[in-house]
Nanobody
Framework: QVQLVESGGGLVQPGGSLRLSCAAS????????MRWYRQGQGKEREFVAT????????NYADSVKGRFTISRTNAKNTVYLQMNNLKPEDTAVYYC????????WGQGTQVTVSS
């Protein structure tokens, strides 16, 4: 059974940083492209970042490029999202997703950027 468990969200002031984690199980993590998405209140879920199975290739939405960094530790079946210089418009529930299982989502982790 594929499971994704996100953590690390919270309340942070504009300009602050957070590091999200996503622990994966139930599939061969090291062979799987992983992605982060987010969904703001009243908005559709949107792509944030993706990382190749070996971590060598990453891509980002234009809105987060230069501020967010996706990474992974295959030995721990975990993917991360380092978020710096956070802005109020980054407020959302953040989800990770395995490209091989596009319909499987975790519970998400809430990120709120506010002064």
């Amino acid at each position: 059974q594929v499971q994704l468990v996100e953590s690390g969200g919270g309340l942070v002031q504009p300009g602050g940083s957070l590091r999200l984690s996503c622990a994966a199980s139930g599939f061969t993590f090291s062979n799987t492209v992983m992605r982060w998405y987010r969904q703001g209140q009243g908005k559709e879920r949107e792509f944030v970042a993706t990382i190749s199975s070996n971590g060598g290739t990453t891509n980002y939405a234009d809105s987060v490029k230069g501020r967010f960094t996706i990474s992974r530790t295959n030995a721990k079946n975990t993917v991360y999202l380092q978020m710096n210089n956070l802005k109020p418009e980054d407020t959302a529930v953040y989800y990770c997703n395995a490209r091989s299982f596009p319909g499987v989502w975790g519970q998400g982790t809430q990120v709120t950027v506010s002064s």
